[in-house]
């Protein structure tokens, strides 16, 4: 039997913060209260001074992914490891079948590469094609593996991108077995074009990228995707929205009474698109992913967005290829590898920029850093909640605590940091996964394998019970 004692902290969540200690015995959280006694054997953590939260949920990670002709460096090991360092506990990560592939057959890869994960771990499903077999599986998984969300990748032609037949396909199968559709957001018919039309006016470098790849090429996807998922009445979760364009889109749908989601990238948040004019090619290609950093304006429409819950989580798409691989593309922006990191940095970075700013109470921290995915995605109050019965998924914050982000220093196996020089203060002073410490005051103790497959069950009758319209709340609509 292992137990720790967190004592004299305050814990968050995100419905309120309080000042309790919080008792763990085997995994699990036994008490939260006031001057609670530790039985003998117990490990105690001081937390005077500091915050005791749910460990961070990151909702869009890529480990070990086979990506544009490489794999990323993170594999789920080092990357749910980089994790914990960071003070993220969970991940969720993606399954992407090639077109054709049974989607069965690419789950089972995906579990057997996960089996090493530090932290505990889910998938969501990418739906790369459409037949019945497709349709078929999405139930299985539903059902029987506990998948319940699919991502559409709308962008990325002639690879993994879904057109609108398979989009409504799916969206209306989603609704069927409640499992919540979201989507990549890129007009990918607009890529291919602006690709093509970038590189002929000569423009071959990392530059070109935001230019093949502008805001309204992710507002026009946004507002599709939500369209179609207003008509179909399923729920829909975008996945990092990067502009003003497609947070837009997503408050509109709000405000019509439409049940629509969004997360942000804690890069997105902080980068803008200045970065890819950088002499240095290694050091523009090093933040080349898609959807690209957005000029200067955007990243404070984001935090709005995130401060009025208009938008709900914060991931990071971490998703790591190194200077080597970013090569690739060296006369062809188009061919550098799309991804950058972050699973170790977000928490610390949106605390920083939002909490020490005072866009973010400790408790909105929480919420879209936790506690919203793991509501949205039916992990709560497993995961996402410092409560009795709750996994022992904590992570103790110094708020006092500071550190420099660098390459250098960082546990992910990626060589390039995105935040580089960065000072943050509020950082981790201890992780614990499962009831252990695998995090103290900067000395990681991840242990390979310790991660579980979590399980998300489909949402059932709670998800879209409202048989309305949100184009029947429209005034035109109204007055007719
Ligand atoms: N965008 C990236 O930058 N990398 C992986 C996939 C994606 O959509
Ligand atoms: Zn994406
Ligand atoms: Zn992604
Ligand atoms: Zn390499």
Redesign the pocket.
């Known amino acids: 039997m292992s137990s720790i004692l967190i004592q004299g902290g305050t814990v968050v969540n995100a419905d309120r913060a309080f000042k309790a200690d919080v008792l763990t015995q085997d995994g699990k959280i036994v008490a939260v209260g006031t001057d609670l006694q530790a039985p003998a054997g117990t490990t105690v953590v001081d937390a005077g001074g500091q915050y005791v939260m749910p460990g961070g949920i990151d909702p869009h990670t ?1 480990m070990q992914l086979p ?1 544009m002709g490489t794999v990323t460096m993170d594999d789920f090991y080092t990357g749910t490891a980089a994790g914990l360092a960071g003070g993220t506990t969970s991940i969720i990560d993606f399954v992407i079948p090639n077109p054709q592939q049974p989607l069965l057959e690419a789950y089972q890869t995906w579990r057997g590469w996960a089996e090493k994960a530090a932290g505990d771990y889910s998938f969501h499903m990418a739906i790369t094609w459409w037949d019945e077999s497709v349709k078929r599986d999405m139930g299985t998984l539903v059902n029987e593996e506990g998948i319940n969300s699919f991502k559409h ?1 709308m962008a990325y032609k002639n690879a993994i991108m879904c057109d609108d037949e398979t989009l409504v396909n799916s969206f209306k199968r989603c609704l069927e077995l409640g499992a919540m559709p979201t989507v ?1 957001a890129e007009n990918g018919e607009l890529v291919y074009l602006l690709q093509k039309q970038v590189a002929e006016m000569g423009i071959t470098g990392p530059e070109g990228h935001p230019l093949s790849r502008p805001p309204m090429v992710e507002g026009e996807a946004a507002n599709r995707a939500i369209a179609i998922a207003d008509v179909l009445n399923v729920p829909i979760y975008v996945v990092h929205v990067s502009c003003i364009e497609a947070a837009e889109a997503i408050c509109r749908a709000r405000a019509r009474g439409q049940r629509v989601y969004g997360e942000v990238l804690a890069g997105h948040l902080m980068i803008d698109d200045s970065i890819y004019r950088h002499p240095d090619f290694a050091t523009a290609a090093a933040h080349v ?2 959807p690209p950093f957005r000029p200067k304006g955007h990243q404070e429409y984001l935090w709005r967005g995130l401060q009025s819950g208009n938008l709900h989580t914060t991931a990071t ?1 971490h ?1 790591t290829f190194c200077a080597a691989q970013k090569a690739a593309g060296k006369d062809d922006f188009a061919k550098i590898p ?2 950058c990191g972050g699973v170790e940095e977000r928490m610390a970075v949106v605390w920083d920029e939002g909490v020490n700013t005072g866009r973010l109470t400790p408790s909105e921290f929480v919420a879209v850093t936790s506690a919203n995915t793991a509501k949205l995605f039916n992990l709560y109050p497993q995961k996402g909640s410092v409560s009795v019965g709750a996994d022992a998924d904590l992570v103790v914050w110094d708020p006092a605590g500071s550190k420099t982000l660098s390459a250098k220093t960082q546990f992910s196996k990626g060589d390039y940091n995105v935040f580089e020089g960065r000072t943050v203060k509020g950082i981790p002073s201890h992780t614990l996964s499962q009831g252990k410490l695998v995090f103290v005051q900067g000395d990681l103790r991840a242990e390979r394998g310790a991660g579980r497959y979590l399980k998300r069950p489909a949402f059932g009758s709670n998800f879209a019970a409202a048989k309305l319209r949100s184009e029947v709340l429209t005034p035109t609509a109204v007055k007719r």
């Open positions: 890529h990506f990748f990549h992913m898609s798409d998703c799309n991804g």
